[in-house]
């Protein structure tokens, strides 16, 4: 899903891709996530890396963009908004970006806002949530 390269996606790059996308008359392919870079100091090889903001654990909340772009974004900043303020002072950046379903294959992605099915590990009833395999149990205990 990321690139071959170390620095956040532009609001240039954004648009000339919404732009194609639109030429072609395929923006309902396209789908907004949240990158994130890594400062050195929090990665194992101590350089930075680009990656996409997860949660929970490795599932990538993605957003249509649909018919309207515009509106989409709008949903996706604050998607990012989010992963800022749960990553308040950690000096990790953050951006959005887009991609297809093809790049996203093989990774473990759900359409953020859709609601899942959950089984609660304490008691065994099944909540609904809105990310897949929700840490918090429908008894109100965190999963460790």
């Not at 072609?24 to 890594?38: I, Q, S």
């Not at 990790?92 to 970006?97: D, R």
């Not at 294959?105 to 949530?129: H, K, S, V």
Request: proline content about 6%; charged content about 30%; aromatic content about 10%.
């Amino acid at each position: 899903m990321i690139h071959e390269r170390t620095y956040l996606t532009t609001a240039t790059e954004i648009r000339k891709l919404l732009e194609i996308e639109r030429r072609h008359n395929r923006p309902d392919r396209l789908y907004w996530f949240v990158e994130v870079k890594l400062p050195g100091s929090r990665t194992r090889s101590g350089k930075p890396v680009l990656q996409a903001a997860c949660w929970p654990k490795e599932h990538v909340p993605v957003i249509p963009v649909g018919c309207d772009p515009d509106t989409s974004r709008h949903w996706a900043e604050m998607l990012k908004a989010l992963f800022e303020d749960g990553n308040a002072g950690t000096g990790i950046e953050h951006a959005l970006a887009l991609t297809n379903a093809e790049r996203m294959e093989g990774m473990d992605w759900y359409e953020f806002g859709q609601e899942w099915d959950c089984i609660c590990e304490t008691c065994g009833a099944a909540f609904r949530d809105m990310a897949p395999n929700a840490e918090y149990s429908c008894c109100g205990s965190w999963r460790d």
